[in-house]
């Protein structure tokens, strides 16, 4: 399955901020109804009350319909994703999981409602947002070897010309 290392969770304190702990995607839709796969948790509420993505795109709920919290005043979501709204259960995260995705860029990745299995396993931790997963000093070392890897095979480049610059010379005399 398609999957991305955890990235650290970090604590916001807002309650429309959610973090997913695990292989699972939200699942967004934009204004058309074509669905994509994101794991940015950053959402607020529309004037409509519809939960939306800082991008705009609306989030899915396991009903299968864009999630509504109009008229809420106090939201609590689970570890499992259960969304209760003033008191009363309202809805659930539709998470996902699936084989393979090309991410799209704006933290989306295709969605494929053929191969995307809903994800019981992963956890939905509310006031949390997740960071990115990039380790950057193995990053760093991971680019320095590869330039001495380049240096390497450019100078054999080079003695090779050197070599073959040599037998040209020879060969001419």
């Known amino acids: 399955f398609f999957y991305l290392e955890q990235g650290p969770l970090r604590e916001t304190e807002r309650k429309l901020d959610f973090a997913i702990e695990g292989k699972g995607f939200f699942v967004v839709e934009d204004e058309e109804g074509r669905r994509f796969l994101t794991r940015d948790g950053a959402f607020h509420l529309d ?16 009903s299968g319909s864009r999630i509504s919290l109009q008229d809420a005043t106090n939201i609590y979501v689970t570890e499992e994703g259960t969304i ?10 539709l998470i996902v999981t699936q084989p393979r995705a090309t991410k799209l860029g704006n933290n989306l990745w295709e969605y494929d409602s053929n191969t995307a299995q809903e994800d019981a396993d992963s956890k939905i931790y509310q006031g949390f947002l997740e960071d990115s997963n990039v380790n950057p000093v193995y ?35």
């Open 47 to 62: 004037k409509e009350g519809y939960l939306r993505t800082s991008s705009g795109y609306y989030v899915i709920g396991k």
């Open 84 to 93: 209760f709204s003033n008191g009363m259960e309202s809805d659930s995260f």
């Open 139 to 173: 990053e760093m070392v991971k680019m320095i070897e590869a330039h001495r890897v380049f240096d390497a095979n450019l100078n054999a480049i080079k003695a090779g010309d050197e070599v073959l610059a040599t037998l040209n010379d020879f060969g001419g005399v």
